[in-house]
Nanobody
Framework: QVQLVESGGGLVQAGGSLRVSCVAS????????IGWFRQAPGKEREFVAT????????EYADSVKGRFTISRDNAKNTVYLQMNSLKPEDTAVYYC?????????????????WGQGTQVTVSS
């Protein structure tokens, strides 16, 4: 089992940067694919990025490709999402999630464990 806690959200102006973190506890972190998702008010939860167990493979939603970078430090049980060139449409609650799958997947149903989320607000 994996417990996840996000942090680092906040208010930033459009064009700015923010890094959110996801700290995991539990014995399975190193064996888990980790994904970032986001949910804006009135919208469904959507995929943002995912990273393999080793950190060597990543995938991104088209809407964030080239602006966001996902990385992980297994020694610290932490996954990061570096967000650059932020836009008002990036405003959402950002969640990290852990999957027991062996391939990178973008659907929320593939992720078994979820954090409580951290709010990111981008002002125009």
């Amino acid at each position: 089992q994996v417990q996840l806690v996000e942090s680092g959200g906040g208010l930033v102006q459009a064009g700015g940067s923010l890094r959110v973190s996801c700290v995991a506890s539990g014995r399975s972190f190193g064996n888990s694919i980790i994904g970032w998702f986001r949910q804006a008010p009135g919208k469904e939860r959507e995929f943002v990025a995912t990273i393999s167990m080793s950190g060597r493979s990543t995938e991104y939603a088209d809407s964030v490709k080239g602006r966001f970078t996902i990385s992980r430090d297994n020694a610290k049980n932490t996954v990061y999402l570096q967000m650059n060139s932020l836009k008002p449409e990036d405003t959402a609650v950002y969640y990290c999630a852990a999957s027991e799958a062996i391939v990178l997947l973008s659907m929320p149903s593939a992720y078994k464990y979820w954090g409580q989320g951290t709010q990111v607000t981008v002002s125009s």
